[in-house]
Each structure stands twice: as C-alpha cells, then as structure tokens.
C-alpha cells in the first residue's frame, strides 16, 4: 500500500469521526427533546405548558431535574413495610367514604413518607421532592401534584368526583413506590 494511500485513509477515517462528534454534540446540545419527551411523557408536556408553550425554556428545566436528581437510587422497601403502607393506604381509600377530603390529605400525607423513606428528599420539601419523583416516575408524578393541590386547599372547592379521580391517580404512583421489585428493575423513567 502505498503512503498517499494510506494518509488519504487515515484522512477519511479521521474526517468520519469528527462528523460523528459534531452529530453527538449538536444532538446533546439541542437539549434532547424526544430523548426528554420519552423519558418525562405526560411531565413533558406539562413542563411546556407552565413555560407558555416555551419548549427551550421547559426542556431546560427538565433536564436540571434529571442533573439533580437523575443519579437518586431507591432504597428498596422490606416486605413488612410495603404490606404496613399498602394497609394504610387501604385505610385511605375505606375512609374516603365516610370523608372524601380527609382521606385526600391522608393520602397526600402518606406518598411523602412514601417517598422519603424510599430516598426522595423530605416530603417537608414538596417541590424538590416533586422534582425529582418526575425524574424516576414522571408517568404518575402527576397524581401526587393533584392529590397535594387538593390536601392543600381548605375552601370545598373540589368535588367528590375530582377527589376521587386525584386519589385514583395518585395511588398509581403509590403503587409505583411500593411495588417489591421497583428498586431492582428500572423502569422507563429511571436513571
């Protein structure tokens, strides 16, 4: 082989990485929109919508969650915790016959703590709490946002309906955190 050939080889190989590189940093430095859309889903477009249809800003946001709060690692629940909160939150739901709004705050109470022992910050900080659950459950993050919103109002401005459906929506979230193979196998949200 002779030695143009070789350089016009080495020539190629070399402009065909740098083409790469410049994919892979254009791609990241777009702020990953379908990677953030997939990762966040419904959380994604709520995101957008609190930033007034201002996709950069919204994908900017997202993706200081995911710096903050992507690296968390759940710590698992024992088999007697998880069946000491799933009899809670059957409580929870039994009581929101007698009293819709009590149960609401019960339920709101008990995904904190959920939440907490499970390696979330404190539920005493709801939104750095909120925050990162986005990162790690951002399907039913969702349900705790409402279920909160509502354990927080003190006027009867929600119905029972409303309520229930906040509660129905929530325990998808509850269910999430206290499912016994949730910190062995990631999901779709997980770092």
């Known amino acids: 082989m002779s030695t143009g050939l070789i350089i016009l080889l080495v020539v190629i190989v ?4 740098v083409a790469a ?8 430095r777009s702020g990953g929109g379908s990677g953030l859309k997939r990762r966040f889903g419904p959380e994604y477009e709520r995101a957008v ?5 201002d996709t950069k800003a919204a994908e900017q946001e997202l993706n200081e969650r995911v710096e903050r709060h992507g690296d968390l690692r759940e710590r698992p629940l024992a088999r007697d915790e998880r069946e000491r909160y799933a009899a809670r ?12 709004r009590q149960a609401v705050a019960e339920a709101d109470q008990l995904l904190g703590e959920v939440a907490a022992v499970r390696g979330y910050p404190d539920g005493g900080r709801y ?25 927080r109002t ?4 929600a119905g029972t309906e409303e309520m229930r459906t906040a509660l129905v929506g929530a325990h998808a979230l509850f269910d999430d955190l206290t499912r016994a193979d949730s910190g062995a196998t990631p999901g779709r949200h997980r770092a």
């Open 14 to 17: 070399a402009l065909v990485v």
């Open 21 to 28: 590189l410049v994919t892979v940093l254009l791609g990241h």
């Open 49 to 53: 919508a609190a930033h007034d249809g």
């Open 89 to 100: 939150w059957t409580s929870v739901q039994e009581h929101f016959v007698q009293s819709p």
């Open 127 to 151: 939104d750095e709490q909120l925050a990162a659950l986005s990162v790690h459950h951002a399907d039913h993050v969702d349900g705790y946002r409402r279920i909160h919103r509502m354990a």
């Open 154 to 157: 003190q006027t009867g401005g």
